[in-house]
């Protein structure tokens, strides 16, 4: 599994064997972006093993109105056992509709809204060829937002800390200084910075892993 060093992600050699495994034939996501994908969901997958079950965790700067727009649009989202989700849920023709809408309303406010992304069909298992199909980003967000918010990721997160329930762990994080990230490199698109001057420190240790992408 991909991992982080502070906020930046570390690439071990096992992920691009990985990723041919799990994104071969892997509909709607071609070759050239089966590495970078795994790499954004090992990179999710790091996050949900740092974060403690008894904290908070947030994944964009808009997970409320992200959560609140889905339980508004596809209310049955929350009734779909153990948070398990198939591709016929979210692609049958009626589905497709609602999708859509959901999606449309986000493409000016999250970053790469569409861009294809892995997702985990049962959260309590890692990804592999079974449990993985393609969805757009924001698709992802959205039912991962839920799935934290309802424990269904518990079982891939950390043991409880003391002290952990008054704290939020950010996905998008600054690979430098941990604080909230709003920028990331314009090469990669992976690791986050939270302004110019914490970039040009990484650099050294960033361009190593950035020409590989």
């Not at 996050?47 to 947030?58: D, E, G, H």
């Not at 959560?67 to 979210?90: F, S």
């Not at 569409?114 to 890692?126: K, S």
């Not at 110019?196 to 990484?202: G, T, Y």
Request: hydrophobic residues 40%; aromatic residues 8%.
């Amino acid at each position: 599994m991909a991992g982080r060093k502070g906020g930046r992600v570390v690439v071990p050699k096992e992920v691009e064997e990985k990723a041919d495994k799990i994104c071969h034939n892997l509909e709607g996501l071609e070759a050239s972006w089966a590495k970078r994908a795994l790499l954004f969901a090992e990179s999710h997958m790091a996050f949900l093993a740092s974060a403690p079950r008894n904290a908070r965790v947030a994944l964009t700067a808009m997970d409320d109105d992200l959560y609140t727009e889905l339980l508004t649009q596809i209310p049955e989202a929350a009734t779909w056992a153990k948070g398990v989700v198939t591709e016929e849920l979210l692609k049958n023709p009626a589905a497709k509709q609602k999708w859509h809408a959901f999606c449309t309303h986000f493409e000016n406010l999250v970053e790469d809204y569409n861009m294809a992304t892995l997702l985990r069909v049962d959260p309590a298992l890692d990804y592999t060829p079974e449990n993985t199909f393609v969805t757009p980003r924001v698709q992802f967000l959205a039912l991962e937002i839920l799935r934290n918010r309802a424990g269904h990721n518990d079982a891939v997160r950390a043991q409880p800390k003391e002290g952990a329930d008054s704290m939020v762990y950010r996905m998008q994080a600054c690979a430098v200084c941990q604080a909230y990230a709003p920028f990331r490199c314009n090469s990669c698109k992976l690791t986050r910075y939270c302004s110019r001057d914490c970039q040009r420190k990484d650099w050294p240790d960033h361009k190593k892993v950035c020409a590989s992408l």
